[in-house]
């Protein structure tokens, strides 16, 4: 078997345990004026990333290559999203968060359907863009880059063949498919909504409480929401529900230490 080299984990994000967004009162009043919009219009697509635990070869590290329903014996490790529109040129990568023991994802009570991007889950993002007429997206600051080269299969697959990294003038370029035992692909989701569900506290409640519905809330107005405040960047998603019910607001933030790089015009 290859070494395994998990390059998408190991180059591209930072990973945490703790769960560190925040509700916020900052849309109370409406849009502040200093807030920038990055809209998640029609031309975007969801493309999915679903790494399960290898029942048959302990250890390993497998991606589901089609839209094949889960089977018992899949455990879900890893889940990651890719927002990509062609048109704009724009990407939007979002890692969920991984555990310590690989058993977060490993019931399915505890995810969504697949076609729901749950933020509460989320944990880490990079905003990149198509380069040129290649098939490139660059996540990019300014010390550090990573190039993603991919091709587009049946027009349902994006593969990652290749990732360029860039560090003060320095590249390195990495092999996906050789690094990696199993492709990095993902796959094209035709709908998709930014959801945000608590899976355990209000599973729970519902548990108590027989015949409740589960609390559905859905992205107010599919826009990821910024603001520089002196140099550190915080993102924003608002719902249409309050969450939890306790609270009076229906935003999220995540901090200026979540972005791997940050948001541009």
């Known amino acids: 078997m290859k070494k395994i080299i998990v390059i998408l984990f190991a180059l591209l994000l930072f990973f945490s345990c703790a769960r560190k967004y925040s509700i916020t009162s900052v849309f109370r009043k409406g849009v502040p004026a200093d807030m920038q919009?990055?809209?998640?219009?029609?031309?975007?697509?969801?493309?999915i990333r679903e790494v399960f635990l290898d029942t048959t070869n302990p250890g390993d590290k497998s991606v589901k290559n089609n839209n094949e329903i889960f089977s018992t014996s899949d455990k879900l490790i890893e889940i990651e999203y890719l927002l990509f529109s062609q048109q704009s040129g724009r990407a939007v990568y979002i890692a969920t968060i991984p555990d310590?023991?690989?058993?977060?994802?490993?019931?399915?009570?505890?995810?969504?359907?697949?076609?729901?991007?749950?933020?509460?889950?989320?944990?880490?993002?990079?905003?990149?863009?198509?380069?040129?007429?290649?098939?490139?997206?660059?996540?990019?600051?300014?010390?550090?880059?990573?190039?993603?080269?991919?091709?587009?299969?049946?027009?349902?697959v994006l593969?990652?063949?290749e990732?360029?990294?860039?560090?003060?003038?320095?590249?390195?370029?990495?092999l996906v498919d050789e690094a990696l035992s199993r492709k990095a692909s993902f796959i094209k989701l035709v709908n998709y909504k930014i959801a945000?569900?608590?899976?355990?506290?209000?599973?729970?409640?519902?548990?108590?409480?027989l015949g409740r519905k589960p609390d559905e809330?859905?992205?107010?107005?599919?826009?990821?929401?910024?603001?520089?405040?002196?140099?550190?960047?915080?993102?924003?998603?608002?719902?249409?529900?309050?969450?939890?019910?306790?609270?009076?607001?229906?935003?999220?933030?995540?901090?200026?230490?979540?972005?791997?790089?940050?948001?541009?015009?």
């Not at 919009?37 to 493309?47: A, E, P, V």
């Not at 945000?196 to 409480?209: A, I, P, S, V």
Request: glycine residues 4%; hydrophobic residues 25%; without cysteine.
């Open 37 to 47: 919009q990055w809209k998640l219009d029609s031309s975007y697509h969801l493309y």
């Open 100 to 156: 310590k023991y690989l058993s977060y994802y490993a019931k399915k009570r505890k995810y969504l359907p697949r076609q729901y991007l749950n933020a509460y889950d989320f944990s880490t993002f990079r905003f990149g863009k198509k380069t040129g007429n290649d098939n490139e997206i660059v996540f990019a600051n300014t010390k550090h880059s990573d190039t993603w080269k991919y091709t587009i299969e049946d027009d349902s």
């Open 159 to 161: 593969h990652v063949y």
């Open 163 to 174: 990732v360029i990294e860039r560090i003060n003038g320095d590249a390195n370029v990495y």
């Open 196 to 209: 945000f569900r608590n899976m355990d506290k209000e599973r729970k409640l519902e548990k108590k409480k």
């Open 217 to 265: 809330r859905f992205s107010k107005d599919s826009i990821i929401y910024y603001r520089n405040d002196g140099g550190k960047y915080s993102i924003y998603f608002r719902f249409n529900k309050r969450l939890p019910k306790k609270y009076k607001d229906s935003t999220i933030s995540f901090g200026n230490n979540r972005m791997v790089n940050v948001p541009f015009q």
